[in-house]
């Protein structure tokens, strides 16, 4: 199960789960996301890469997250453009309580945008 949340609806994030480890999020790219230097906000890129992680635990009966972000670090390799942008998270390091993770961003000709590390608590 995926979180349930408006912020994730207003979007448009679409969720595959990959693995028991692994995450695959893709948002579809609007007008609204695009800022005064022809690329993606860098926000929308960060969103997108947290959603990611914070899906890598499922949410419970009720859609409600089982993590919050503790520590967020996103890297932008290159300014995305496009239609769409994917984010595959995986699972590094699954702790008592901490849960460590990594994202990769992707644009849709499958270049490496930006990458994210993260720290999520386990609620």
Not at 16 to 37: G, I
Not at 64 to 78: E, H, I, N, P
């Amino acid at each position: 199960m995926f979180i349930n949340q408006p912020f994730d609806s207003f979007l448009g994030f679409r969720y595959d789960r990959l693995s028991d480890d692994r995450v695959r999020v893709t948002l579809p790219v609007q007008d609204l996301y695009v800022n005064s230097s022809g690329v993606i906000h860098g926000g929308i890129i960060s969103s997108l890469a947290d959603v990611a992680m914070s899906n890598l635990v499922p949410a419970d009966e009720e859609g409600v997250q089982q993590m919050v972000t503790v520590d967020l670090g996103v890297s932008f390799l290159r300014g995305a453009t496009g239609g769409s942008l994917r984010a595959e998270a995986e699972i590094v390091k699954h702790g008592r309580t901490l849960v460590h993770a990594a994202c990769t961003v992707y644009d849709e000709e499958d270049r490496a945008v930006a990458t994210a590390k993260g720290v999520f608590f386990r609620k």
